[in-house]
């Protein structure tokens, strides 16, 4: 993390970052000018104590930092890629969800299960690239009730427990992004799903649908760690749907998904 903000700190020094302060108000608002391109901030910054107040999500993009959020710790991560949490010694379960006779949502000639198949796969080598050791729940397209699903995730004493599903909406035709789901009687299945749904969003660059209390899910109901379900995005959104088929795209969502897993499991306590 040091490292990090050093190499910030180095990018803002060699950056030409200028600010400009203008009255409005009681707060003087300040504009933010980064290499002759003014940043826009959904909240305006200002001037407070003599110090500058700045949206740290905005800048920090500005300067091609990608930004983790935590709510329940009130924590920012901060990330060029050069750092990356480690998931040495843990052990987490990962579910493509259906399979076999049960596809899932079809949509434009394609099968729930074997997308989720995909970024399911894409998802285990990104988190054993963390060092996690990972277990798949299927690694082809066959059917596996869900019971069993969770069942093995309960033998193995699993860290956690990640079912990946793609979504569709019956009412929106042009919904899009990643959606979580949890347990709601889990506060630290809560904090993995919206850690893991934040870091989905901001690496793989889709809107944030939010995370949800689903207890309703078996496979969320029956383990007995924190489990988190992912909803990839939309298959019934044509855009979406071609988009989760490209393999840079489903990595992309793997990357996010195992960063903010790896996030959740250094942090846990
Ligand atoms: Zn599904």
């Known amino acids: 993390m040091k490292r990090l903000i050093s190499l910030a700190m180095a990018l803002a020094v060699t950056m030409l970052l200028m600010l400009s302060v203008s009255g409005s108000g009681g707060r003087r608002v300040v504009t933010v000018v980064l290499n002759g391109e003014t940043v826009t901030f959904d909240t305006p910054a200002y001037i407070e104590n ?12 500005a300067l091609g930092l990608e930004v983790t959020w935590d709510q329940t ?4 991560w901060l990330s060029d890629g050069s750092w990356t949490p480690s998931l040495q010694g843990r052990t987490i379960v990962v579910d493509p969800g259906h399979g076999g006779s ?11 299960s074997r997308l989720n198949l995909a970024i399911a796969q894409a998802l285990a080598e990104e988190l054993r690239a963390l060092g996690a ?9 066959v059917d596996v009730s869900l019971a069993d699903r969770a069942a093995m995730a309960n033998r193995l004493k699993a860290d956690l427990f990640l079912s990946v599903h793609c ?3 019956l009412t929106n035709s042009s919904a899009r ?9 889990s ?8 850690l893991l749904k934040n870091a989905m969003v901001s690496a793989a660059g889709v809107p944030d649908m939010g995370a949800h209390d689903r207890s309703d899910l078996a496979v969320l109901r029956q383990t007995k760690m924190p489990a988190v379900l992912l909803e990839c995005g939309f298959m019934s959104t044509p855009e979406e749907l071609e988009q989760l088929r490209r393999p840079e795209h489903q990595r992309a969502l793997a ?15």
């Open 102 to 112: 049960s596809t899932g949502a079809f949509y434009g000639g394609t099968a729930e």
């Open 187 to 194: 506060a630290q299945s809560r904090r993995a799903a919206e």
């Open 50 to 61: 003599n110090r500058t107040m700045v949206p740290l999500r905005a800048v920090a993009e």
């Open 73 to 76: 710790s009130a924590t920012a």
């Open 255 to 269: 990357q996010g998904a195992a960063y903010g897993a790896a996030l959740f499991l250094s942090a846990a306590s």
């Open 167 to 169: 979504n569709v909406s």
């Open 177 to 185: 992004g990643v959606y979580t789901a949890y347990h709601g009687g």
């Open 133 to 141: 050791s990972v277990v798949m729940t299927r690694k082809t397209d």
